[in-house]
C-alpha cells in the first residue's frame, strides 16, 4: 500500500498545526509550503479538504491564516487517513477486465488488510505522532520561520 501525496502533504498540515503553541504570528499556507517544499496551488486544495472535514480553520486574507480546530489528543490518524484516501481499494477490479473477477478471493483479502491497516492507524492520535523528537523538529521550524520574518511582521497592530 502506498499513501497519495495528497494524503501525505494533509498529515504534515496537521502535524505542523499541532505544534504551533500560542504562536502570534498565523501559520500561513505560503509558511507551510516553503517549509516542506509544497507547490502552493497543491497545498491549497489539501488545506481546503482539511477545512471541510472540519480539522483545521482557514482564513482568508491579508490577516488569515490556518490554524487546528481539532483536539489532537483526539483526533485519529486512521480517520484522517480514511478522509484523505477516500473509500478506495487497493486494486480496482470493477474498472478492470479480468476473468477472475467473478470468482476472486483477492479482492475481500485486501478489503481487509486495509481495514487492518486503517484499525492499526486508528491506534494513533495526532498528539502521539506529534510529540518527541517529531515535536521537537517541528518547533525547530516554526522557530527558524519566525525569525526571518521582518520584525514589523511580528508586533501586533494597534486597533
Not at 481546503?48 to 472540519?54: D, K, S, V
Not at 480496482?92 to 491497516?117: I, Q, V, W
Not at 486503517?118 to 521537537?136: H, K, S, V
Request: proline fraction near 3%; glycine fraction near 8%; hydrophobic fraction near 40%.
Amino acid at each position: 500500500m502506498h499513501l497519495t501525496h495528497f494524503s501525505d502533504i494533509g498529515l504534515r498540515v496537521l502535524m505542523y498545526l499541532a505544534q504551533t503553541g500560542e504562536r502570534k504570528v498565523p501559520v500561513t499556507v505560503a509558511e507551510i509550503a516553503t517549509q516542506f517544499e509544497i507547490p502552493v496551488n497543491h497545498l491549497v486544495k489539501v488545506v481546503g479538504h482539511l477545512a471541510r472535514a472540519g480539522w483545521i480553520l482557514a482564513v482568508r486574507g491579508r490577516n488569515g491564516g490556518i490554524s487546528l480546530c481539532a483536539d489532537p489528543a483526539e483526533l485519529k490518524i486512521g480517520a484522517v487517513l480514511r478522509e484523505l484516501e477516500g473509500d478506495t481499494e487497493l486494486v480496482g477490479c470493477e474498472t478492470r477486465d479480468c476473468t477472475l473477477k467473478r470468482a476472486c478471493s483477492l479482492r475481500a483479502a485486501l478489503r481487509t488488510g486495509l481495514s487492518a491497516f486503517y484499525d492499526a492507524m486508528d491506534g494513533y492520535t495526532l498528539a502521539e505522532i506529534t510529540e518527541g523528537t517529531t515535536g521537537r523538529q517541528i518547533a525547530r521550524m516554526h522557530h527558524s520561520f519566525l525569525r526571518e520574518l521582518p520584525r514589523a511582521a511580528c508586533v501586533p497592530r494597534a486597533r
